[in-house]
C-alpha cells in the first residue's frame, strides 16, 4: 500500500509542477502579446519614403503576362 501512495504522491507532484509551469507560460505569452499589441504597425515611414506600388497606364495583358513570369 505505501508504493501506489507513494506514486500517488509522485503523481500529484508532477501535475502540480505541470499546472503552474503551464500558467507561468501562459502569463508570459500574454504579457508579450500585450507588448506588441501596443506597437503601431501602420505609421506612415518617416524621411523620404518612397511608395512601392503606383498604378501605371498599362493594358490587362501585360500585367497577365508580368504576373505568369513572375509566378506571384
Known amino acids: 500500500m505505501s508504493k501506489i501512495k507513494r506514486s500517488l504522491q509522485d503523481l500529484i ?14 502569463a508570459a505569452i500574454r504579457m508579450i502579446h500585450q507588448e506588441y499589441e501596443r506597437q503601431h504597425r501602420y ?8 511608395k512601392v506600388v503606383s498604378p501605371l497606364d498599362s493594358e490587362w495583358t501585360d500585367r497577365l503576362s508580368i504576373f505568369f513570369r513572375l509566378g506571384e
Open 13 to 26: 507532484k508532477v501535475l502540480i509542477v505541470f499546472t503552474v509551469c503551464t500558467c507561468v507560460f501562459y
Open 43 to 50: 505609421d506612415p515611414p518617416d524621411g523620404s519614403a518612397v
